[in-house]
């Protein structure tokens, strides 16, 4: 049987490309504006009695949700690796940034985990929490608050090498995009 072997693909800072970090969060605000809900939510938001809240927000409304979601963006970055032959030992919830400044119950770990075909160009599909692909080898990508790329990144096997970071590539963009934690 192979080894397992992990290896880092990219450390994509969403900050990197100005132009496209402000689309992403100017296409984010609009769609938390009830008036650009899709039809078929807002005809739900009818059917329950809530037509009414389809309303334009305020400018200031907007400002306010577009601030909030810069502050939980800020800092992320999007780590993307290859994982080949993984055991019984692979787990994405390893992937981890250890800070030996903070206590261990705030290092960052891996979240909104995505899993891609082994040249990252689509999604494998949908997995519940810890559900791995049967796959021999593909692409994992997630994100860490937090970012610190002089502290490193572990996973299953221990310290992975990392890449210089760079913008995020528009296939995630389009595929992997990011996400409030809920």
Do not use: C
């Amino acid at each position: 049987m192979a080894q397992p072997r992990i290896s880092v693909i990219g450390v994509y800072i969403p900050t990197l490309d100005a132009d496209r970090y402000r689309a992403f969060v100017d296409q984010e605000v609009s769609g938390q504006n009830p008036i650009n809900f899709s039809d078929e939510l807002k005809d739900f938001l009818k059917r329950v009695g809530r037509g009414d809240e389809i309303v334009a927000l305020e400018p200031e409304e907007l400002e306010e949700r577009r601030e909030y979601f810069e502050q939980e963006f800020a800092g992320v970055a999007q780590i993307e690796v290859l994982v080949e032959d993984p055991d019984s030992k692979f787990s994405v919830g390893d992937f981890q940034q250890v800070n030996p400044s903070i206590p261990s119950s705030r290092w960052q770990v891996a979240w909104s985990e995505k899993f891609l075909t082994p040249d990252g160009s689509k999604l494998l599909g949908e997995y519940r929490f810890n559900d791995l692909p049967t796959e021999r080898s593909y692409r994992v990508v997630f994100f860490i608050h937090d970012w610190k790329q002089h502290l490193g990144l572990n996973s299953s096997y221990g310290p992975l090498a990392l890449v210089e970071p760079t913008p995020i590539p528009e296939r995630l963009w389009q595929i992997a995009p990011f996400e409030l934690v809920d």
